[in-house]
């Protein structure tokens, strides 16, 4: 997908960002990746010597572009996505602080409970040496 081997480093780095800005459902983000790596590939087929400034000169920044894509989803998608995913990060917060307080309290109990100590009994007797 965006990692094609025909677009340079710093291109490759101007699609990546913008992806990640694209706070939006996978499908459409599939969709936009694909026709941002479309619209820059045309873009430098038509001007050979086309660098990353002016890929910024002609789509804009990684965010404005993203921000573009982002107004032609509906609003009300945007919007369960976002919640959906405040939701799975609340939840993925509540399961780690869970597992640390859990974690905490089992250190705590181990720490508390007498050890057992192993004993071995040595038997000492004297034995006189006569000479």
């Avoid at 941002?36 to 038509?46: A, C, G, S």
């Avoid at 894509?69 to 919640?83: C, I, W």
């Avoid at 609340?90 to 250190?107: H, K, M």
Wanted: glycine residues 4%; hydrophobic residues 40%.
């Amino acid at each position: 997908m965006i990692m094609n081997n025909n677009f340079s480093k710093p291109v490759r780095r101007y699609i990546r960002t913008a992806r990640r800005l694209l706070a939006c459902p996978r499908n459409y983000r599939s969709n936009f990746t694909a026709d941002m790596e479309k619209d820059i590939r045309q873009f430098l087929l038509e001007n050979n010597s086309a660098g990353y400034e002016e890929i910024i000169g002609y789509f804009g920044t990684p965010a404005e572009l993203a921000r573009l894509y982002l107004d032609s989803v509906p609003a009300k998608e945007l919007t369960a996505y976002t919640s959906r995913k405040k939701i799975l990060a609340r939840f993925g917060w509540g399961i780690l602080i869970l597992l640390l307080i859990v974690t905490i309290f089992i250190l705590y109990a181990k720490l508390r409970e007498p050890r057992e100590l192993d004993t071995i009994y040595i038997e000492e007797t004297t034995w006189e040496i006569e000479h």
